[in-house]
């Protein structure tokens, strides 16, 4: 079973930058689409940006021009660096796969202060 680990949340304050990365445990990440999700307090979890294995990206409009998904497949690793960061990006951010999803992750926790 494919074990997927976020990392690289934490404290920031408004107009910052985080990167996250998640690493999966297998090699089934490189062949697929894999995305970002994240899930705010007392709302339902999103879609924030998802890649192919052959790099076509697409965003949500809520992040779109402040974050760049990415990844390395060689390395069964994705990324998402979110620059320009507000508050309302407060939320515990997870990595799964888009058309299938495989038991969450713990996910990290990014808080933009104002």
């Known amino acids: 079973q494919v074990q997927l680990v976020e990392s690289g949340g934490g404290l920031v304050q408004a107009g910052g930058s985080l990167r996250l990365s998640c690493a999966a445990s297998r090699s089934i990440f490189s062949h697929n689409i894999m995305g970002w999700y994240r899930q705010a307090p007392g709302k339902q979890r999103e879609l924030v940006a998802h890649?192919?294995?052959?790099?076509?990206?697409n965003y949500a409009d809520s992040v779109k021009g402040r974050f760049t998904i990415s990844r390395d497949n060689a390395k069964n690793t994705m990324y998402l660096q979110m620059n320009s960061l507000k508050p309302e990006d407060t939320a515990v951010y997870y990595c799964n796969f888009f058309n299938f999803k495989v038991p969450w992750g713990q996910g990290t926790q990014v808080t933009v202060s104002s």
């Open positions: 890649i192919t294995s052959a790099g076509y990206t």
